[in-house]
């Protein structure tokens, strides 16, 4: 059964950071370039950051360059996005995908308030 389970969301500062997993099973994960997305409320899902098979390629959203890091660890089957610097207009649920087999995980939650 394929699964993408994303991971560590919640309630931040603005300023602060979160680190988001998102772990795959049920697929070849290392097979697979994976990409972040996000949604706010009443906003159609935009592309946040994507990442090669191998880690090597990643590419990011202008509204996230240097301050969001993607990254993969294909032995543990899972990609990470550290957020730092966060902003109130990060705000959003954040899904991963797999590109190559066009999976979607169920979203984790993000907010920035104070």
């Known amino acids: 059964q394929v699964q993408l389970v994303e991971s560590g969301g919640g309630l931040v500062q603005p300023g602060g950071s979160l680190r988001l997993s998102c772990a795959a099973s049920g697929f070849t994960f290392s097979n697979s370039a994976m990409r972040w997305y996000r949604q706010a409320p009443e906003k159609e899902r935009e592309f946040v950051a994507t990442i090669s098979t191998a880690g090597g390629y990643t590419n990011y959203a202008d509204s996230v360059k240097g301050r969001f890091t993607i990254s993969r660890d294909n032995d543990k089957n899972t990609m990470y996005l550290q957020m730092n610097s966060l902003k109130p207009e990060d705000t959003a649920v954040y899904y991963c995908?797999?590109?190559?087999?066009?999976?979607w995980g169920q979203g984790t939650q993000v907010t920035v308030s104070s």
């Open positions: 995908y797999a590109d190559r087999y066009n999976y």
